[in-house]
C-alpha cells in the first residue's frame, strides 16, 4: 500500500480518498479539486480560496516561478507557502506544458525538481514529454521512452519529504499508456497525473478520454492516486471520478471568467445571453446578469471567477456525497446528458464495466435505472457473473415478480430486467432492490434475458422454463432454444 494514500470509500471506479502531504503536515480529502494559480496574476487570491472556498490544496507553476527574476528570489527567500499566502498543500507543475505548447523549455528534470524543492513545494513535477493524441505510434513511444528516463531521474533527485508526481503518458494508444501506468507505478514516485488529455477535452473527445484514463489505471494499482491533468470544466469531474480519478485541477475557472463565459455542471454559457442565473452562490443571489454585465472588466472577471468556482467545488461536494450513498454512476447518468459528447464518455465509461466492477461495492444503498446505459452497468455485468456459480434444481421456472405459477417445477426463481434470474430468497438483497421504470426497454429486457442464457449454458443439466409478460420477440430470440417460453399475458391460468 502506498504510504501517502488511503482509500476510505468506493463506487464503480470512484473513490473517497486521504492523501497526506507531509511536507506541508496536512492530509487533502478526494476526490479534491486544485484550482491553478498563476504567481503572475490571481483572479481569486490563495487564502480567499481556501477561507471562503475550503480549497485544501492548489497548484502553481515552478516554471513561470523559475522564469521572473523578482518572484523567482522572493519565492527563494520566502518559501511558496509565505509568497502565495496559502495555509494548505501547493503542488508545482514543471513547465511541461510550455514545452508542448512552445517545443522547447531551458530547465531540466533535476533543474527544475531541486528548485521546486527548495521554493517549498509540496508536491513537485519532472519534465515529462506531453505527447498529443493521434501521433504515430513511434512518436508517441519515443516520447514515452523520455518520459520514462525523467520519471528515473527523479526518483534519484534529493527532494526531502516533497511527493513527486510521475506522469503517465503514451497519446491515444491505450497499450502504451497501460505501460505507462505500470512503468510509473513501480517507481517509488507518489502521483499519478495522467497527461495531454487536454487536448481530447478540447475537442469534445469524451469516450477517447476515457478509453485513455482505462488505459492508465490498468496499468497503476488500485491505491494510486490519479491526477487528470488539466481536467476542469465540472460537467465531467463525475465522470473523471467514476473512472478512478483523484485530482482535478482547473485553470478553467479563471480563464472563463476572462472570457465572460460561466460555468454550469450542464456546460459553459456566455454571459452575454444570460436572462436568468440558475445558480444559488453568493455572486448569483447578490446579481442579477445585468448587474454582472454593467461591472468594470476586472470586477466583472472577478465575480465570474467566483461563480465558477463555487459551482465546481459543489460539483465535487456532490460527487463526494454520491460515492458515500453508491449512487455515482447515477449522477454520472445525469450530466452525461448535458452534451450528446458526454453521452459518448459515458458509453465508453460503461465498454470498462469489468474494470469499474473490480471496486464497485458489492452492496450499496439503491439501484435506480434511469436510462437505457443502467443495463450496462457493473452490477448487471457482476450478476451475470454470479449466475453462472448458483446452484440449479433439475427443473426451474423462471417469472417476472409473483409465480403465476410454478408448482410443476422443482424451484421458481424470479427474472427481472436488467439483472436476469436469480433465487427469490435474494429478492431483499441488492441490487434486485432496484428502482426501474413501469415502461421498462428493451436495454432492460436483452440484459435480462443474457442472464438467462449465462444461466441456461452454465446448467445444461436443468430444465429451464421462461414466463414472461409480453416481452418481445425481438428479445426473445436470445433465448436458447432448449427453454420453454411461456408468455404468462396470454396464459389462462
Ligand atoms: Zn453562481
Known sequence: ??????????????????LTVPRAETTVETPALLPVINPNLDTISPRRLAEEFGAE?????????????????????????ELLDFPGAIMTDSGSFQLSEYGDI????EEILEFQHEIGSDIGTPVDIPTPPDVSRERAEDELATTQERLEVAEDVDTGDMLVSAPVQGSTYPDLREEAGSHADATDLDVFPVGA??????????????????????????DAPVHLFGAGHPMMFALGVAMGCDLFDSAAYALYARDDRYLTVRGTRQLAELDYLPCSCPVCTEHSPDDLRALPDRDREEELAAHNLHVTFEEIRRIKQAIRAGNLLELVEQRARAHPAMLDGYRALLDHAAQLEQSDPVSKGSFFYTSHESARRPEVRRHHERVTRLETPD?????????????????????????????????????????LPERTDRAALEAAVEGVVRLVEANPETEVTLGHWGWPDGVLEAVPERVEVVDLMGDGD
Open 197 to 222: 488529455v487536454v487536448p481530447l477535452m478540447n475537442d469534445y473527445r469524451y469516450d477517447d478520454m476515457v478509453d485513455a484514463v482505462a488505459a492508465a489505471k490498468r496499468g497503476l494499482g488500485a
Open 395 to 435: 427443473s426451474l421456472f423462471l417469472t417476472e415478480g409473483e409465480p403465476a405459477r410454478g408448482d410443476e417445477y422443482d424451484e421458481s426463481w424470479r427474472v427481472e430486467p436488467p439483472f436476469g434470474p436469480f433465487p427469490r430468497a435474494l429478492s431483499k438483497s441488492y441490487p434486485f432492490t432496484a428502482e
Open 106 to 109: 531551458d530547465v531540466t528534470t
Open 1 to 18: 500500500m502506498r504510504e501517502c494514500f488511503e482509500l476510505r470509500d468506493a463506487d464503480a471506479g470512484g473513490r473517497i480518498g486521504e
Open 57 to 81: 490544496i492548489l497548484i502553481t507553476n515552478s516554471y513561470i516561478i523559475h522564469g521572473t527574476e523578482d518572484v523567482r528570489e522572493q519565492a527563494l527567500e520566502e518559501g511558496l507557502h
